[in-house]
């Protein structure tokens, strides 16, 4: 008995010293975990800024140059083209824009020669002409 409480007396220090030094590892454990954790969640909200800051360029930049084109045929400039910069909502609506434009010259073409051959034939007519309608 005498033995066992020797070897006793010698392994008691030895488990405290362990179990002192495994609480102090996994107290240094989890400060690194926290650290991690916290790291990450501040580099994933930065690049969730940064994804949220350049889509909304391309959204303003967009909206810019077709604001820029409506003004500029508002004054009578057909010959705006708006650049098709996506496939999504903005893009289509650049694409629409840019057939309005495309169409709206080709009827202004066409009143044009209309108009043109309307003048000749004032031009070469000889008799009177006057036009009627039902009212």
Excluded: C
């Amino acid at each position: 008995m005498h033995r066992i409480d020797a070897i006793n007396g010698l392994s008691s220090p030895l488990q405290h010293n362990f179990s002192k030094e495994l609480a102090q590892s996994a107290r240094q454990i989890r400060d690194l975990l926290a650290s991690v954790m916290i790291w990450a969640a501040v580099l994933l909200v930065g690049i969730g800024l940064l994804l949220s800051w350049r889509i909304s360029r391309e959204v303003r930049i967009g909206i810019f140059n077709l604001r820029a084109a409506a003004i500029k045929v508002s004054e009578g400039d057909l010959s705006q083209r708006v650049e098709v910069r996506s496939h999504d909502e903005l893009g289509e609506l650049a694409v629409v824009f840019n057939d309005m434009i495309q169409r709206r010259q080709g009827a202004e073409l066409e009143l044009r020669a209309a108009t043109e051959f309307r003048e000749k034939v004032m031009q070469s007519v000889t008799d009177a002409i006057y036009v009627t309608d039902h009212d």
